[in-house]
Every structure is written in structure tokens, then in C-alpha cells.
């Protein structure tokens, strides 16, 4: 199948592997309302499409994204509350409500600049890899705004509140290297291994049973504003859940391989998957 094309972002594959890339180099990737609406209409067709089974989340150029457009998406839409609205609403739904239900895994890769309202979208990937030379910043507080969408919100929910608090508050940009040190991305890399680090992320999740990873990383999303008593509750009928979803789950392939073939170690790595 061919993929759609896009005025502001592109859609690549390697095998299961889909890059998503905002695709405006020129003007580092800021967020202008044309790249809400396609972001939303590519991450919806994604999220269905057999082939993509990671997403990566990639910036073309010099930035990953500088944030939203302060032109396109805020001066321009000023005097327009429908076009204000529709594109607030597109640029929430995909940031954030599609990105962080996505069903398969998500990864973010960024280099260069990530600024702003980049945050969401930095925070609804389940994974993020950066170069170590990338520069993260909450800059709004340096022209007069807060860290508005949902952006403070995403900061209390990734970040310890010292960190998130300081950079919020001080605008202070951070490396790659730092975000690592506080947790708000997986790896920080030399930019040339960005690209191999990430590829090598994605082929590590394309191993392991698709339905236990969906199931997985919603369960781990889900619990966490639930009350303990909730939690276990709704992890008993997740479980009920995937056993359905999944043949190789509910027929316990992996506890038959430890506990009566004694050919597998479940805690050395990865069960390796019988090729399809
Ligand atoms: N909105 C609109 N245009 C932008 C944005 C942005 N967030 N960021 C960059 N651009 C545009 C610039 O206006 C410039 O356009 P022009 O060529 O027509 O003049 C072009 O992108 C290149 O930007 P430069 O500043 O020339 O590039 P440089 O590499 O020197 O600096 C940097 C990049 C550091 C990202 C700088 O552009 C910057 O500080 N941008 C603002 C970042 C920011 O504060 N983002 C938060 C926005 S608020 C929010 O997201 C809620």
C-alpha cells in the first residue's frame, strides 16, 4: 500500500518499523495548524495499519520540533475562535490522546531542539531516545506564558516535581544528556548512533508478543492514577484480557517451556518468538 503524503510531515517505513517525521525543517519544525490536522489524520490510519508494528516519531533538519507555530498557531488564528479551536483540538487529539492510547509501542527520536509544546507529544511516546547534544527547553516562561495544553501536566506526570518545577519555572534549556539524568528520556546518545539506538529499541519491542506489549504498556499507563485496591482489580481482567487477545498467552506457551521442557530461562531474555 501506498502511504498518503503530507504538506508538513512524512510517513517512511522499514519493515514493521513506521517514522512519522514533522516535516518542517525550514521553520524547525514548529507546529502550525496544517501539521495538527495531518498528524491526526496520519496517526489515525497508523494506528489501524497491519504493517506498522512500532512508531517512530521523528524531526526533519535541524529539531526535532520548536514547539507550537507562534505565528501560524497562535498570532494567526487570534481573531478566529473556530480555526483557534479546531486546530487546539487536533493538536491535543494527536499529542496526546492518540499518541499515549497509541497500540503499538512509540518511540520518540530527537536531536536538536525540542522545545515547548513538544513536550506532550516528548511525553505520550512510550519511549524516547535523544542525542545527547539535544537541546529540551521550557522557553514559554521567557515571553510571558505558562506551560500551557497540557504541558505542566505532562511535566508533574514524567518528572520528579524538583525538576519539573525548576525547568518550568527557570526556562533554563537542558542537553540530551540531562534529560536522560531526570528521566524524561530512555538513552542519550552520540548523535551519530541516534538512529541505531532507536532502530535497535524498536527491533528489541518487534521480538516480544505484540499483545502482551499492548497490553503491557496500557496497563502500566492506566494503574498509574488508580488506588492500589483499583489497580489490582483491573489487572485481573486486563490479564482475563490478553489471554484472550492472544492464543500463545492463554495456551501458557512460555511457563510449559520453563516448567516441563526446561528449554527456556524467562529471566535471561526475551522469548524468542517462533518466526511467522
Ligand atoms: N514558531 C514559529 N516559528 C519558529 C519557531 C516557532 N516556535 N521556532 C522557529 N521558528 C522559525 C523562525 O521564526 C525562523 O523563521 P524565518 O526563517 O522565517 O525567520 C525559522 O524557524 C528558523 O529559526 P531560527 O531562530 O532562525 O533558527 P535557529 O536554528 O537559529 O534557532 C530555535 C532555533 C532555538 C528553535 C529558535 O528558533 C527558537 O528559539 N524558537 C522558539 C522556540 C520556542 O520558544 N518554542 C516554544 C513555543 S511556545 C509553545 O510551544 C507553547
Redesign the pocket.
Known amino acids: 500500500m501506498t502511504d498518503k503524503t503530507y504538506d508538513n510531515i512524512k510517513i517512511t517505513r522499514d519493515g514493521a518499523i513506521t517514522f512519522v517525521t514533522l516535516n518542517r525543517p525550514?521553520?524547525?519544525n514548529?507546529m502550525s495548524p496544517g501539521l495538527h490536522y495531518d498528524m491526526q489524520d496520519a496517526l489515525t490510519r497508523l494506528d489501524d495499519d497491519a504493517q506498522t508494528r512500532v512508531l517512530v516519531l521523528a524531526g526533519a533538519g535541524?529539531?526535532w520540533c520548536?514547539?507550537?507555530?507562534?505565528?501560524l498557531y497562535f498570532r494567526e488564528t487570534a481573531g478566529d475562535p473556530v480555526e483557534r479551536k479546531k486546530s487546539n483540538n487536533a493538536s491535543h487529539n494527536w499529542r496526546h490522546h492518540i499518541l499515549s492510547t497509541f497500540s503499538k509501542p512509540t518511540i520518540a527520536m530527537v536531536q536538536g531542539?525540542c522545545?515547548?509544546?513538544?513536550f506532550t507529544q516528548l511525553c505520550s511516546c512510550d519511549f524516547a531516545v535523544a542525542d545527547e547534544a539535544a537541546t529540551f527547553g521550557l522557553?514559554?516562561v521567557n515571553w510571558g506564558?505558562l506551560p500551557?495544553?497540557i504541558v505542566s501536566w505532562n511535566l508533574t506526570d514524567q518528572l520528579m516535581p524538583r525538576h519539573a518545577l525548576y525547568y518550568a519555572t527557570t526556562g533554563e534549556p537542558f542537553s540530551g544528556k540531562r534529560a536522560e539524568e531526570i528521566g524524561l528520556v530512555n538513552f542519550a546518545v552520540p548523535k551519530d548512533q541516534l538512529m541505531a539506538k532507536t532502530m535497535e529499541l524498536a527491533n528489541r519491542l518487534l521480538n516480544l508478543n505484540p499483545s502482551v506489549v499492548r497490553f503491557t504498556k496500557e496497563a502500566v499507563r492506566s494503574v498509574r492514577h488508580m488506588r492500589a485496591d483499583e489497580a489490582r482489580d483491573y489487572l485481573g481482567v486486563k490479564q482475563d484480557g490478553l489471554a484472550k487477545a492472544d492464543k500463545e498467552i492463554a495456551d501458557k506457551v512460555g511457563m510449559k517451556e520453563f516448567l516441563d521442557a526446561k528449554s527456556y530461562r524467562p529471566g535471561l531474555g526475551p522469548y524468542q518468538r517462533p518466526k511467522a
Not at 66 to 71: E, M, P, S, T, W
Not at 115 to 118: C, K, L, T
Open positions: 525550514e521553520k524547525r514548529a535541524e529539531a520548536a514547539g507550537q507555530d507562534l505565528k531542539y522545545f515547548g509544546g513538544a522557553s514559554e506564558i500551557g495544553g
